[in-house]
């Protein structure tokens, strides 16, 4: 058997099983709208900010290494302190 017309065949069909076709029509109201949770904007923020951070410095490192070596590198522990306090506010946004 040979079809040459497919489109009689769909209508046939289409008859037969109840089925319509459905219009799709855009309306020029209707626009795309995309919302980002918090969640994504905090990991955003927080992605910039590693992005931001320096490259290692490897000159201060081999500074360090050298001191630490032979001795003669001290550790402020006040330093220490704040830097861990200033630390636990990390998440809080510019």
Known sequence: MRINNVENVFQVYNRNTGTKKVK???SL???????ISEKA???QFALQKVK???EIRSSKVDTIKNQIQAGTYHVDG?????K???SINFNKKI
Do not use: C, R, T
């Not at 109201?29 to 919302?35: L, P």
């Not at 006040?78 to 704040?82: G, H, R, S, T, V």
């Open 41 to 43: 904007i905090e990991f």
């Open 24 to 26: 799709s029509e855009k």
């Open 52 to 54: 931001d951070v320096e």
């Open 78 to 82: 006040k330093k220490i302190a704040e």
């Open 29 to 35: 109201k209707d626009s795309d709208e995309i919302k």
């Open 84 to 86: 861990m306090l200033d």
